[in-house]
Structures are given as structure tokens and as C-alpha cells.
């Protein structure tokens, strides 16, 4: 089983921009469908984006032309580039493998890393 741990999360001011990290240990996920996911307090996580192992993206309506999704292989690590913060973009992220449906991607399981808070202050 991967073990994901997500960092680059921080506090930023509207406007601004993160980049944040997933990378993988124990095993690869050069070749997985990859997601990003989002909680807001009191919520369940929520899709932001994905990239297949062919680097196919698939992004959220909400977040679309602010964030992208970019991997590196040779890294074993796939990226969330997020631009143009909002305060409501403030939660916890996390990354996970997961199942491309329609426009948005499932997770199975709920083996989830600690994953990193992102705060944008206004």
C-alpha cells in the first residue's frame, strides 16, 4: 500500500499563489489516477482535481483556470499549482488515488495521509 504525504499548504493573502506536493513512498504511483481533495471544517473532503498516468486532467468547475494538476515522475509526485487564492479556498487538502467517473474522480478506501492546510486570509 502507498503512503501519500501532502506538504506546501501555508498561510497566503488573497491573490496569491501554492504549490502542493504529494508524494509517494513505499510504492509508486507513476502510473495511478491520481486526485486532489479538499475539507472544509465540518464537511466531508471534496473533488479538486486529477491526473490520469497518462497526464490526462480533469478539473473541478469551481477551481478551473486558478488551479492545475501537474506530476513528476521521476519524483514519484503529483502537484496542485493553485493561483488567484480565495479565502474560500481555505481547508485541508489531501491527495489520493482514485477512480476518474464523469467529471470527477472516487476514492476507494479511506486510507488518507494527514494531509496539509492551506489558509488564505483576505
Known amino acids: 500500500q502507498v503512503q501519500l504525504v501532502e506538504s506546501g499548504g501555508g498561510l497566503v493573502q488573497a491573490g496569491g499563489s501554492l504549490r502542493l506536493s504529494c508524494t509517494a513512498s513505499?510504492?509508486?504511483?507513476?502510473?495511478?489516477?491520481m486526485g486532489w481533495f479538499r475539507q472544509f471544517p465540518g464537511k466531508a473532503r471534496e473533488f479538486v482535481a486529477s491526473?490520469?498516468?497518462?497526464?490526462?486532467?480533469n478539473i473541478e468547475d469551481s477551481v478551473k483556470g486558478r488551479f492545475s494538476i501537474s506530476r513528476d515522475n521521476g519524483k514519484d509526485t503529483v502537484y496542485l499549482q493553485m493561483d488567484s487564492l480565495k479565502p474560500e479556498d481555505t481547508a485541508v487538502y489531501y491527495c489520493?488515488?482514485?477512480?476518474?467517473?464523469?467529471?470527477?474522480?472516487?476514492?476507494?478506501?479511506?486510507?488518507w495521509g494527514q494531509g496539509t492546510q492551506v489558509t488564505i486570509s483576505s
Open positions: 513505499g510504492r509508486t504511483i507513476r502510473n495511478r489516477n
Open positions: 491526473i490520469s498516468g497518462s497526464d490526462t486532467t
Open positions: 489520493s488515488p482514485c477512480t476518474r467517473i464523469g467529471s470527477t474522480c472516487i476514492v476507494a478506501g479511506d486510507n
